[in-house]
């Protein structure tokens, strides 16, 4: 089928998945045995019946659970998300404010993981079993088994706290007023309006914070690399290649490594999907407002419609991002654009 | 292909001119100060606030009728009010107000704006109203007297309208920007947003900016009347990991941490760049037995619970805590007024504890099960203290079998009267001891262990009855005195422990003081 209406049609199918997803995070925001008065409102407050039921009615939780999600979902197809309980302001703001917070350290991480892990996996596999293969697969390694928060607190010890190379917690040092919101990604606002300052603050914030991130991916995409590599450079169309007199440079580059990368773009996408939907331990340790420390602090107070706001949200990224990659797919693997 | 490569070049030069430069220090900018904590905020609006770091910066950008004065809480001092009288009744309690006092926005402060902000605070009827409960009206007769008509006799109302939900603010710019104090005003208010980013208070600084997760700025106030903070701005930033606060601290880019625990200590002041203010907090943790025989068994006994409290290893548990924590006589926590001194606190004595089981006719030992909410508040592991517990009374014969659950299970039980014996703590709503009242018979805690008129003494009951009432300072100190003696001989409660608190700063600044509702006051420090 043509590509355009294969995108079409994994764009139609996404509405009722959305929808569904909402009602699955609803069933288990209810099922939970835990009472949103409970964590909202304080103890003295809680046995005052005026200040419980003027809180119940705020938030219509006076209604039976089903004419709640009725409401929610009503509201939700004409585009009101509704208001969170502990922010007390629309989630949709909420999640404007927080996003891209999150995108520009999600998009930044992926960035230097994939680059890092492409290029550990090529040369791992390119020259197998030598030093260098070695310390790649260990520094992956590490990568994939350090827990990330461990990993956050050291690179904080170490490169904020003693060597003082770079600044350690926030977006952005206190005194540097953020730049005007365009796209609320700090570091491209600030090219924007040509504030360098800010600009030179808010990469410089970046840095620690989405290689941390950046170490799961980079040990991922390293070793698929290097397996799918290995897997390609002994097909045939190598040989053939090679027997053909090409530069080893061009052999790797246009035949092993663009056969490789299937799977290595499934990674990918995967990777990026994941770190999207909030890093909420990294995210935390370094005072990082995204969506992954909203996403934690609407569960841990049973913030019903943040929670369903950062539901949809997440399930809306990652839906866009698989279809991305399966569009990448047709777009790179010539076999499927033929069908 | 050249084009590509140039480009990739720029921008890698470009990144790499944009990570050069060392990272200087933020708060080497001495006419800030910058705060580290974990925001817990919902609204900055005092009629809804009802957080610690609300408490904070509300301290700082609005005044209330009465205070305590800095570091400690024994005592209450005027603030917007000079001087107050109490009716005979003891329902009436007229203030006069402070001349010459005016608004961040210019307008003068007079009594209409205190009766406006009481009315308003009641009225929205959100979490802090209920401290407002026992108001019956607030009044302005003349521009410079408030008068207040309780319902009921309240000796500690003086102390609950210190707390900062009780801020005065300016009527005339609230009711400008949709706010109001008509009966329904949960439903008609809607200032709230506006007072997010705005203040109109009488206080030292001005509420300019909050950026939700990230930070607060106050800046100084040029029409406060009183003496001119030291700083001229206050940051409060969002670090809600207790480490990355400690990292901060030491690279200097806060100037108090607010959220250290107990553990991070010793490093601290083992620093010599920084200090650590180590004190009380103002929460008990305690043991409840209930007094009913059919839900309580062996421990509805008074002689086994205070066979309990005697057996209770009260050293171990204080090292256990770690920090500042204290071990409190009675369920009134140390540093209020009227509390017992450390020595009259009750001391481990295992052969008096097994000697009152065998007058209780327990010495066979018996099982008892112990419910507690499953997690960590205040420092305070739940897990790690009920094994002390355990192990503690074991050694007089009582096996405990934990029962740890989550808060929705275990605090129903709770409140219900229905545990056999729980692992509670109190947060004081107002720093006054007349709050503890509450865990003596008949009363909110005192039906959770089920201890009633029913099933009290007299002595007890009347002593409950006159500090209810009693407002003279020193007749109180000696019902109090006299309730917490009661307690430590025949009361169900077996307090064990008042955690400690802990607040990092730079060692440069002058000024640290704790408040255990507002924290810290920014106004008092200076470098």
């Known amino acids: 089928m043509p590509l355009y209406l294969y995108v079409l049609r994994r764009l139609i199918v996404m509405i009722p998945m959305l929808i569904g997803i909402t009602l699955v995070s609803f069933i288990i925001g209810h099922a939970v045995p835990a009472d949103p008065i409970a964590a909202n409102l304080s103890q003295r407050a809680m046995s005052d019946p005026t200040v419980v039921a003027a809180f119940k009615a705020e938030w219509g939780l006076d209604q039976p659970v089903p004419v709640q999600y009725l409401v929610y979902v009503s509201n939700l197809v004409q585009g009101n998300l509704g208001r969170s309980i502990r922010s007390r302001r629309p989630v949709l703001d909420d999640l404007k404010a927080y996003l891209p917070a999150t995108f520009e350290l999600a998009t930044t991480a992926t960035v230097i993981g994939v680059a890092a892990g492409l290029v550990l996996g090529v040369l791992s596999a390119v020259f197998r079993n030598s030093w260098l293969d070695y310390i790649a697969r260990f520094v992956s390694l590490i990568g994939i088994s350090s827990p990330v928060f461990w990993l956050a607190l050291i690179a904080l010890l170490v490169f904020y706290v003693r060597l003082r190379w770079l600044p350690g917690l926030g977006r952005l040092d206190s005194t540097i007023p953020a730049p005007p919101t365009v796209t609320g990604l700090f570091t491209v606002d600030s090219l924007l309006v040509g504030d360098w300052r800010a600009f030179s603050n808010a990469f410089r914030h970046l840095i620690l914070p989405s290689m941390v991130l950046a170490s799961y991916s980079m040990g991922l995409i390293t070793r698929i690399t290097r397996a799918s590599m290995l897997e390609s450079l002994t097909q045939d169309y190598v040989r053939t290649a090679r027997s053909k007199g090409l530069r080893e440079l061009v052999v790797l580059r246009r035949h092993a490594l663009r056969n490789a990368l299937i799977p290595v773009i499934t990674v990918i996408g995967l990777s990026y999907g994941n770190l999207l939907s909030g890093a909420v331990l990294t995210e935390t340790i370094f005072a990082w407002p995204g969506i992954g420390r909203y996403a934690f602090q609407a569960s841990s107070t049973l913030d019903f419609p943040a929670i369903m706001g950062v539901s949809i949200l997440i399930a809306f990224i990652f839906i866009v991002v698989n279809l991305m990659v399966d569009v990448l797919y047709h777009i790179v693997d010539p076999r499927l654009r033929t069908r | ?527």
């Open chain 2, 1 to 527: 292909m050249r084009l590509q490569r140039f480009l990739t070049c720029l921008l890698v030069l470009v990144l790499a001119l944009a990570g050069v430069s060392s990272h200087r220090a933020v708060a080497a900018d001495a006419k800030t100060l910058v705060i580290g904590t974990a925001e817990n905020v919902t609204s900055l609006d005092p009629a809804r606030g009802y957080e610690q770091e609300t408490s904070t910066v509300h301290k700082a950008v609005y005044d209330t009728l009465v205070t305590f004065p800095a570091g400690s809480v024994d005592k209450i001092i005027p603030n917007l009010a000079t001087s107050w009288k109490v009716s005979d009744d003891g329902l009436t309690y007229t203030f006069t107000l402070k001349d010459g006092v005016v608004f961040s926005t210019g307008n003068p402060l007079t009594s209409a704006d205190v009766v406006f902000s009481f009315n308003r605070m009641k009225n929205i009827k959100s979490n802090p109203s209920s401290l407002a409960a026992g108001i019956d009206s607030v009044s302005a007769p003349d521009p410079k007297t408030v008068v207040v008509k309780l319902k009921a006799p309240d000796p500690s109302i003086l102390a609950v309208l210190i707390f900062t939900s009780f801020a005065v603010m300016d009527s005339k710019a609230v009711k400008e920007h949709g706010g109001t104090d008509a009966a329904d005003a949960d439903k008609t208010d809607k200032a709230e947003q506006w007072l997010n980013q705005n203040s109109v208070g009488t206080g030292p600084y001005i509420l300019t900016k909050w950026e939700q997760h990230n930070q607060i700025v106050l800046v100084k106030n040029p029409k406060y009347g009183g003496p001119a903070p030291a700083f001229d701005q206050v940051i409060l930033r969002d670090i809600k990991e207790a480490a990355s606060q400690k990292a901060a601290l030491e690279a200097g880019d806060i100037d108090i941490a607010l959220d250290l625990s107990a553990d991070q200590s010793a490093s601290i002041k083992s620093n010599p760049d920084l200090k650590l203010y180590e004190g009380p907090s103002a929460f008990v943790f305690f043991l409840l037995m209930n007094r009913d025989p059919k839900i309580g068994g062996p421990v509805s006994d008074p002689l086994v619970e205070k066979a309990i409290r005697l057996a209770l290893d009260y050293d171990g548990i204080l090292k256990l805590a770690g920090g500042a924590a204290v071990q409190p006589p009675s369920v009134i926590p140390v540093g209020f007024a009227g509390t017992l001194g450390q020595d009259k606190v009750l001391k481990r004595d295992l052969g008096a504890a097994k000697k009152l089981l065998a007058d209780a006719k327990q010495d066979k030992g018996f099982s008892v099960d112990m419910e507690y909410w499953d997690t960590t508040y205040a420092g305070v592991n739940f897990s790690t203290m009920a094994q002390k517990i355990q192990a503690d009374l074991k050694e007089i014969g009582i096996t405990v079998n934990l029962k740890p659950g989550t808060l929705d299970v275990t605090l129903p039980n709770y409140r219900d009267g229905k545990e056999q014996m729980g692992m509670w703590f109190w947060g004081p709503d107002f720093i006054d001891a007349l709050n503890y009242v509450e865990f003596l018979p008949d009363y909110k805690v005192g039906k959770r262990a089920n201890w009633t008129n029913a099933n009290s003494d007299k002595e007890i009951q009347d002593w409950r009855d006159a500090v209810k009432v009693e407002v003279d300072a020193a007749k109180r100190a000696d019902l109090f005195g006299k309730i917490q003696l009661y307690l430590q001989d025949k009361g169900p409660w077996a307090p064990f422990l008042q955690p400690g608190v802990q607040v990092g700063y730079r060692a440069d600044l002058k000024g640290m003081a704790y408040n255990p509702i507002w924290l810290i006051d920014p106004a008092t420090f200076s470098r």
